[in-house]
């Protein structure tokens, strides 16, 4: 489990990151509750596969607009606004590289990457998306 992410929205919600590269499994695994953890449902069939680095790293959930959740793998930066139905990979601006962390400022609009070997990214004034 690399990264439990409890939604701000409802308490029963909550997304979990898998990362199962060290098994040879490199597929991206992203999951999600609505019941307090008593069932879990697969959110991540819309992320590419068939990559070496497609496994999941972390996941985020932007806490100004319900639904809009963000993944990091270890070859990019993806977003989804219906709640992982369908994701986008991001790359204006953003090189390929693993994206190892992700935080969304709950006053601001503001999205801060960071990724192994590249550095920060602080994607400005999201509501565009």
Known sequence: I???EPSRFDPATAYV???RHLMDDRRPYL???SDY???WSRISDGL???HPL???LTVAENPNRRGMLFAGTGNGFHYSLDDGAHWTQFKDGLQAAPVTWIVVPALHHDVVVSTYGRGLLVLRDITTI
Request: net charge positive; glycine share 12%.
């Open 17 to 19: 990151a898998v990362d």
């Open 54 to 56: 497609a496994y999941v």
């Open 2 to 4: 690399r990264r439990i």
């Open 48 to 50: 590419p596969t068939g």
């Open 31 to 33: 999951y999600k509750t």
């Open 37 to 39: 953890g008593r069932t």
